[in-house]
C-alpha cells in the first residue's frame, strides 16, 4: 500500500514528499496550508500561518529524532526479497 502524498486535517492541507536519497537516507518535504472559514479567513493569515511556521522546526526536529531511533518494521533480508514492480507500488 502507498501513503498518501496530500492529506486534509480540519482546515490544514498537508503535502508529504519522501525522497530516497541512499538505502539509508530519505529527504523528507512536509508543507501546511491554511483555509479559513467564517473569522478564520481573517485569523488564518493574522496568526495561525506564523504560529504553525514558528512551531515547525521543532516538530521537524522532534520527527527527525523519532524517525532515527525507530527500528525497522521488516529485516534487511525481508527488505531485499521483496520487489516492487506493480502499479502504485504493490508488492510482487
Do not use: Y
Not at 486534509?8 to 518535504?29: F, H, K, M, N, W
Amino acid at each position: 500500500m502507498v501513503p498518501p502524498l496530500v492529506w486534509e486535517c480540519g482546515a490544514a492541507t498537508v503535502d508529504v514528499i519522501v525522497e530516497p536519497l541512499s538505502q539509508a537516507q530519505s529527504r523528507l518535504t512536509i508543507s501546511v496550508d491554511f483555509e479559513g472559514h467564517g473569522i478564520g479567513k481573517v485569523l488564518v493569515p493574522l496568526m495561525v500561518r506564523r504560529e504553525a511556521r514558528a512551531e515547525m522546526p521543532a516538530n521537524m526536529a522532534a520527527l527527525k529524532e523519532r524517525l532515527q531511533i525507530a527500528k525497522p518494521i521488516i529485516s534487511e533480508a525481508q527488505r531485499t526479497a521483496l520487489r516492487l514492480d506493480g502499479p502504485a507500488g504493490t508488492v510482487a
